[in-house]
């Protein structure tokens, strides 16, 4: 059975850290883009960032670009998201999700994407 698995979410204070990870299991991401997307309470889903499959490519909405990082470990099965000095409008439920052979991200928010994680959530407040 294939899934991905997010987990790193947590309770954080604005200007705080936190490193969300998306693992695959019973798929290898390898040959995999990887995105991650969010809902807030109350607003539809956003798609935050991208990482191409060949892990040499990355794209980020202006709302967290310059704070967020994404990145892949293909020996670890492992897509991380690292985000930093947190807001309090990041916080959400945060999803991972996985297509294949994608080469380009910029337009990550419409790929048809083969797995979806069950979330993991992130509250920014003091």
């Known amino acids: 059975q294939v899934q991905l698995v997010e987990s790193g979410g947590g309770l954080v204070e604005p200007g705080g850290s936190l490193t969300l990870t998306c693992t695959g299991l019973?798929?290898?991401?390898?040959?995999?883009?990887v995105s991650w997307f969010r809902q807030a309470p109350g607003k539809e889903r956003e798609g935050v960032s991208c990482?191409?499959?060949?892990?040499?490519?990355?794209y980020h909405v202006d709302s967290v670009k310059s704070r967020f990082i994404v990145s892949k470990d293909n020996a670890k099965n492992t897509v991380y998201l690292r985000m930093s000095n947190l807001k309090s409008e990041d916080t959400a439920v945060y999803y991972c999700?996985?297509?294949?052979?994608?080469?380009?991200?910029?337009?990550?928010?419409?790929?048809?994407?083969?797995?979806w994680g069950q979330g993991t959530e992130v509250i920014v407040s003091s």
């Open positions: 990482v191409n499959y060949r892990d040499t490519s990355s």
């Open positions: 019973g798929v290898s991401l390898e040959s995999y883009a």
């Open positions: 999700a996985a297509v294949q052979k994608v080469i380009y991200c910029k337009d990550f928010e419409t790929f048809d994407y083969a797995f």
